[in-house]
């Protein structure tokens, strides 16, 4: 099964631009690459996904590598709010989504 | 607004009593999966269903069962629980298909003493 890899945490001063890598090297050519958060005391929540463009919307940005081994989230703008665990998985067309890892603790300072 | 609805949220319990621990959705999607959250560990899966009357197994089925018998229920059953299933439990939805957007539920935090 296709794994992800993302570095355990990261800091980022408030109001400044944060990139969250995600290394995905074993990935079929049908996944795609989701992102979700997950603040304290709650449950994940959808951030974005793509499949081999990079993508936008109003939480982030999505870049994709050209070989699609590796994707990176892009915080324009980060807040307070913004702090939380960040999960790079894959979702692949037999329906089922591909296991979290341990995810990316975003630590904001003020 | 997709809502996904977990009872109970909060459990204390003894080892060996049986328990379920329910999942209910509003947006009629196919995929419904439970998660298992432990520290330093992540959300590692359960069980997932891909529909009614067809469940598969996750990474860490062990001591769990479910069933779908309808579309809008998917109950996670422990039949003798243990102190080591003591954890935060989520259920997921969606729709199937790489692309679909999966929505969690609250959470339901258990203890097995």
């Known amino acids: 099964d296709a794994k992800t890899t993302q570095p355990n945490s990261m800091e980022s001063n408030e109001e400044e631009p944060v990139h969250l890598p995600c290394n995905h090297s074993?990935?079929?050519?049908?996944?795609?690459i989701h992102w979700y958060r997950q603040l304290p005391s709650q449950g994940p929540e959808y951030v974005i996904h793509g499949l081999t463009s990079n993508v936008n919307n109003r939480m982030a940005s999505l870049a994709i590598a050209e070989d699609r081994k590796s994707s990176t989230l892009i915080l324009h703008r980060a807040t307070l709010r913004d702090a939380a665990v960040y999960y790079c998985?894959?979702?692949?067309?037999?329906?089922?989504?591909?296991?979290f890892g341990g995810g990316t603790r975003l630590m904001v300072k003020p | 607004e997709a809502q996904v609805t977990q009872n109970p949220r909060y459990l204390i319990t003894v080892t060996g009593k049986k328990l379920t621990v329910t999942c209910s959705q509003n947006m009629n999607h196919e995929y419904m999966s439970w998660y298992r959250q432990d520290p330093g560990l992540g959300l590692r899966q359960i069980y997932y269903s891909m529909n009614v009357e067809v469940t598969d197994k996750g990474d860490v089925p062990e001591g769990y069962k479910v069933s779908r018998k309808e579309k809008r229920n998917f109950p996670l059953i422990l039949e003798s629980p243990s102190p080591n299933q003591t954890s935060l439990y989520f259920c997921?939805?969606?729709?199937?298909?790489?692309?679909?957007?999966?929505?969690f539920g609250p959470g339901t935090r258990l203890t097995v003493l």
């Open positions: 074993t990935i079929s050519g049908t996944d795609y």
């Open positions: 998985i894959l979702g692949n067309n037999a329906g089922n989504m591909l296991t």
């Open positions: 997921a939805i969606r729709r199937t298909g790489g692309a679909d957007t999966q929505y």
